[in-house]
Nanobody
């Protein structure tokens, strides 16, 4: 069982930055592929970024490429999402997820989820 706890959300003006954190409890965390998703009211949950624990590979949705950066700290079992140049359309609840299928962007293929953290970008 993996427990994921997100933090770092909040209210920011357009053009600003936030860094989200996802702390994981699993001892064998290096086995998992980690992803960040987001869901706005009335919309489906969408993939934002993913990272492979065993290597440097990262993956991004086209809508956030060049603005968001996913990274990890293996020693702390923590994944980060640095969000720069935020736009009002980035407003959503952001979720951290863990799974075994590398590079997948499908929410259904992730096995564990955090509770989410709210990000609101004002115009």
């Amino acid at each position: 069982q993996v427990q994921l706890v997100e933090s770092g959300g909040g209210l920011v003006q357009a053009g600003g930055s936030l860094r989200l954190s996802c702390a994981a409890s699993a001892r064998t965390f290096s086995r998992y592929y980690m992803g960040w998703f987001r869901q706005a009211p009335g919309k489906e949950r969408e993939f934002v970024a993913g990272i492979v624990w065993s290597g440097p590979s990262t993956y991004y949705a086209d809508s956030v490429k060049g603005r968001f950066t996913i990274s990890r700290d293996n020693a702390k079992n923590t994944v980060y999402l640095q969000m720069n140049s935020l736009k009002p359309e980035d407003s959503a609840t952001y979720y951290c997820a863990a799974g075994f299928i590398e590079t997948t962007m499908k929410a259904s293929e992730y096995d564990y989820w955090g509770q989410g953290t709210q990000v609101t970008v004002s115009s």
